[in-house]
């Protein structure tokens, strides 16, 4: 979780909206990583089990064009998604997980994480 605090301080996001206790409970399944990205430097990611990506996102926090972005995506087509977007298999900028799928993505504006948001967490 080190790794996820520093890179949230350094995009300028508050490291506690990662540490919460709804953080730890409804992102427990999900893997946490921090890659450097060649074009916008660390993104934060946090990706589910891909059996359950249809209806629990893998999400990402990066700073691009002087704003941060928060990506929402998902295996299947989301009411919010505006572009669809698929890595390659020797994609090294991504989570190796989610390469090979093509994701559904919606930018939100709050970069509370996207779980955070539900009365309880989806099983």
Known sequence: MEE???AAKELGI???I???SKTSEFYSDHQWSVIQNSQVGPVIN????IKIADTVPWEEWFFMDEEIHHHILF??????????WEGSLDDKEHPK???????HVFNEKDVTPYLNKLPTKIP
Do not use: M, R
């Not at 295996?75 to 669809?84: A, D, Q």
């Open 14 to 16: 508050n490291y506690k």
């Open 46 to 49: 946090a990706v589910p089990d």
């Open 4 to 6: 996820i605090i520093h």
């Open 97 to 103: 997980q989610v390469l090979g799928f093509t994701w």
């Open 75 to 84: 295996l299947k087509k989301h009411p919010k998604s505006t572009e669809v």
């Open 18 to 20: 990662f540490t919460s």
